[in-house]
């Protein structure tokens, strides 16, 4: 027998369940302490996709318990609609199964391995089957099934199936026993839960860890998520083999109801135009498309313009909730600067949706000298582990910082410097590097929009850094003046014997801005007062709205007129006068800084706010410059009206 | 219908290659640049495995034809073994089919997905199917089968399959045309070739480019690489499942057989012990192990002392091929410094044998303000993507280089400075992150060899510093004493009017070193003479071997004795002496330096060779007193002495 053959004899077919429990660490199963966030993650990703679909808020119980040395018992229970009988078995014993893969819709699974794979680790680790209970609202009866998966077939063995009562109205419980080991601290199930309650303010989870503890993470909103609608896929970036299988399948008898009626955002209209640039008949049958007249399509599709896709197939995380999960990383840290959080616009990849959110904050008592700490989320879940091969890490590391004020060597790498970095990418299909869904691949178009995202927050953060700049230059401009300047003139009028002669003129001509402070009174438990001052150290009357915001919901008093997040003040102020503003927040346990904005006055003359978003766009070059010349006015002209006044007193 | 209804009627099947069409970024074709190496790469990595199995010298040919904007056809050709006709639209049209999955093995494939994963991608973004021309040695003709997937059911569609005469004896020839982008430079085919090239050079590999340039990576050796055998799984890191597995289909009957035949490095007597330590009877039927008792006998495992891994099953680079490696990477560039490249020995993961080898260059003319280059490889097959998601990385992150005298901030991440790394894993199973095989996960095993393996280099390193600096303070003191020392005896001679007194003793009292330089020059095309300088400042006669080692059959003609790769010679040498030694090499293109050891002299005392390996591990720390002790003297002892010297001139 020659070699040929004798390697033709071993070739034959693998199973997807042999493959994996060959290959366990491309599920993410590469470690111990892994292998236990990661089953925890399947099992709750899923009873929030779950719940979410079946618009039921989810309370979710996760309990493990040790059952020998690296051995664990993980339970998870959830109030989902449960899961039909005779599909138990598919759904945890069979990879490769599942209801989320075809649609195109942003949810957490996407794959149909998740779970399944959860207790295909659990028979190899520990030998032990699965235990399910589902019981759905139609049933009287819940049902318990117990299962290992037959890796050759890639098919459930279910060991026993039986009714069962039980007193919830719907839900599902799984039991899997894996080898594992349970930790605190960095990248842990309790990290890993935090972040998703954060992120899931609808979710009830409760914790209970091996050695009996309980942590329950409290529902924060009675809001469900808006409901993610099921979409067609969008013409960009589809591919041609894609194009062609939906062409021949499609049950439309003309190429432009097929296009209209299979894809987002093409209407007639747009139809129309698309054959016409494709040198297409729009009564062709789509069955009949060639490839090359398929090529010609996909090039007209570049060709018009076509709406985004909507946005209701996709749930991101929002402004709010991405301050918040800032601000609880940061435990009692408090950062010098929150950067406005982006929501960029949907784009995308492949026909598939997607959004990129960031957000960032800085300085304060964050750690100067080790590189910025980056948290990645996809679709609302929070990704742990592959930092280094992600698509989040890769856009973080490509931009130059360096322009906005971090430390950065070569203007590539992951940048040094007090800050945090949030990114959420949420999509209708997040494309993972691989199964085990721990870092997103590196999608040109993806990238792209961090990027942007990503810049946006980095040129807020130079803004911040040229104003505290400005304020501590300013600062020192401010001793000068008000202090020392008066004293040279009453010393220099006492010489010549005049009267000192009045300064307020000078001063406010030297200063030349606005000067806005706060100072925050802790006036209870989780009670503070807000004390504003505003010092117009122009040399004429100014009239402008001052605007502070606050979390919503937290306003107790105000002297100003509030509004849903923020209070508004109408300040009128002579020159060389202070006024006084305040306002009064509960339930702010946590409270980190007001930001303020102004409005109706040149924002480059105000230092502690603001300009009004709207205005935002003042271009960084232009506060540069301002910067500049300041800096070098202090040395010039200040000592010149300074020289002048004394000269002037001199003379008299 | 209930929610649990509806949600179950979605409920379905996904196959393997719909699957992958949806997720086609987790194989590697996340950017049309990568999906081009990606495609040639897996076909070369299937010609080389192929030919390396049926000991075959591999002669391979890719040609990439462009076929139209961003769509090229790939044609990948090589004489191995062939395909046997019936297994052809298998192997290229179903994912997950293949030969190696099963086997306990080094080879370059082991998943069974890679190039129908290919002509799934060729299909899905260009809509055409896949040539595959394929001839076996007992055969008259060959085969030609053009092909497509059927994503819905992972199964081969064959549009065509006939006979063709082929002028070839055996071979195979692959085209898939798909939309990709063809560049040079950094990440490219050429540049994965070309590493390719380095690490099997027993392999002819000609690419003809889009324009028509042809490269030719010519065979440099005519010897395969050893065969790897094909072993059972070593006890150790063997999971539970596994166990349970094979003892429920072994066809042993009792315990110990069970354990000898199925497991690697278990002897008859190994198995007594093994079932002792687990209170388990030696013949009881494997057929009835318990869970409990399979974890009694895992733990048994770790109680006995096993052989490691028989080597026989991989098949490393070798500490040639390393340097090799590295000489090339560096193009024309001068390194300072050649650590020598380390090969651990054998350790197992998961009942699987692997082996870390690693290189070091450093200093010279690398550029000395990047991050270290890292040249990651898996089963002789270069790793250019994903360089943040490896092991490899991670352990390169994880040791505090700054011991070894690299810039790294905070002790962790990649180092900076000039140098470059190499790590080769080798393993009958590499745990690749992804399908895509573009980096290794992070085992604990796995890291923990290749960090051992990088803090050798690092002592190599500092070692090397360390020297450097000594001959640089050396250097110092070299010039002081046999320059100006003279002038100041002559002058004071002068003074005091006396003759000059002997300053040999002093001398060398000072120096105390044997000081070993070389200079190289070039002789002719290719050919080099190599002189070597001894000089003796020890204040004694000295008698000592030394060794200079140079590349495998490059020796023309020496004064010294030669060995296969080096030249040896005996010293003796009087105080003040200098004596000189050659030798000359031919066919040394790109000639890098001569490593010099001794032998039979206190190696503390010699600048400019190393102790002969035997003696290697002369400890940092001595090194680091030696140092600073000579540091320290250079300010005393040896003003000290001069001034003791002059005294005795002026009193004579």
Request: contains cysteine.
């Amino acid at each position: 027998m020659g070699i040929a053959q004798r390697m033709a004899k071993k070739q034959r077919e693998i199973s997807i369940a042999e493959f994996f429990e060959k290959n366990k660490q491309i599920l993410g199963f590469d470690s111990l302490t892994k292998a236990m966030v990661v089953s925890v993650k399947e099992a709750v990703d899923n009873s929030l996709d779950a719940c979410e679909e079946a618009r039921i808020l989810p309370d979710i119980l996760v309990k493990i318990e040790s059952v020998g040395k690296d051995e664990y018992r993980i339970i998870v229970e959830d109030n989902g609609p449960g899961i039909v009988r005779k599909n138990i078995p598919l759904v945890f014993g069979k990879l490769l199964y599942g209801s989320r893969f075809h649609a195109i819709r942003q949810s957490r699974g996407q794959q149909g391995i998740g779970i399944s794979a959860v207790v295909l680790y659990g028979q190899l680790t520990t030998g032990k089957p699965a235990r399910v209970i589902s019981k759905i609202r139609e049933e009287d009866v819940a049902y318990e099934v117990i299962l290992t998966i037959d890796t050759k077939k890639n098919e459930p063995r279910v060991i026993k199936e039986a009714p069962l009562i039980w007193d919830r109205e719907e839900g599902t419980h799984v039991e899997v026993t894996i080898r594992a080991r349970y930790t605190r601290g960095k990248q842990s199930v309790l990290e890993y839960l935090q972040q998703t309650a954060i992120v899931n303010p609808h979710a009830q989870i409760t914790l209970i860890e091996p050695d009996g503890r309980k942590v329950v993470f409290k529902r924060a909103t009675d809001t469900l998520p808006q409901p993610t609608r099921e979409i067609k896929p969008h013409p960009y970036g589809i591919e041609l083999g894609q194009l062609l299988n939906m062409a021949r399948s499609t049950r439309t008898y003309r190429l432009t109801s097929f296009l209209t009626s299979e894809f987002s955002r093409v209407s007639p209209k747009i139809a129309e135009e698309i054959c016409e640039k494709a040198y297409l008949y729009g009564d062709m049958r789509p069955q009949e498309l060639t490839i090359e007249e398929a090529k010609r399509l996909m090039d007209a599709f570049n060709k018009v313009r076509l709406m985004s896709p909507p946005t209701d197939c996709l749930s991101p995380i929002g402004e709010n909730l991405i301050k918040k999960g800032l601000k609880n990383v940061l435990g009692s840290l408090k950062p010098g600067f929150y950067a406005r959080p982006i929501t960029r616009e949907p784009k995308v990849y492949g026909g598939n949706p997607f959004i990129v959110e960031a957000g960032l904050v800085y300085g304060g008592e964050l750690p100067k000298d080790q590189p910025v700490k980056i948290l990645r989320f996809a679709n609302r879940v929070p990704l742990l582990y592959q930092q280094g091969a992600c698509v989040i890490t890769k856009a973080v590391s490509s931009v130059d910082w360096r322009r906005y004020g971090l430390e950065q060597r070569g203007g590539e790498g992951i940048p040094v410097g007090p800050a945090i970095i949030l990114v959420h990418v949420a999509s209708t299909r997040v494309p993972f590097t691989s199964e085990a869904k721990e870092a997103i691949a590196d999608v040109p178009e993806i990238r792209e929009e961090i990027e942007l995202a990503l810049k946006s927050l980095g040129r807020q953060l130079k803004m911040f850094m040229i104003k505290k700049e400005r304020k501590s230059k300013l600062s020192e401009k401010f001793f000068l003046v008000t202090k020392i300047l008066p004293e040279i003139a009453k010393k220099s009028a006492e010489i010549v014997e005049k009267p000192v002669p009045p300064l307020e003129p000078v001063i406010s001509k030297i200063m030349n801005v606005v000067w806005i402070d706060e100072n925050v009174e802790k006036t209870g438990k989780n009670e503070v007062r807000v004390n504003v001052k505003v010092a117009n150290f122009m040399p004429k009357t100014l009239e402008f709205k001052l605007y502070g915001d606050y979390p919503v919901g937290t306003l107790i008093e105000t002297d100003g007129v509030a509004g849903e997040d923020y209070v508004v003040w109408d300040v009128r102020i002579e020159p060389l006068q202070y006024q006084h503003f305040y306002f009064r927040l509960g339930d702010v346990s946590g409270y980190g800084e007001t930001n303020y904005y102004v409005e109706g006055i040149n924002p480059s003359v105000v230092v502690g706010a603001e300009p009004l978003p709207g205005d935002w766009n003042i271009r960084l070059d232009v506060m540069e410059e301002i910067l500049e010349k300041e800096a070098k006015e202090v040395g010039e002209e200040e000592q010149e009206i300074i020289e002048d006044e004394l000269e002037g007193v001199e003379d008299e």
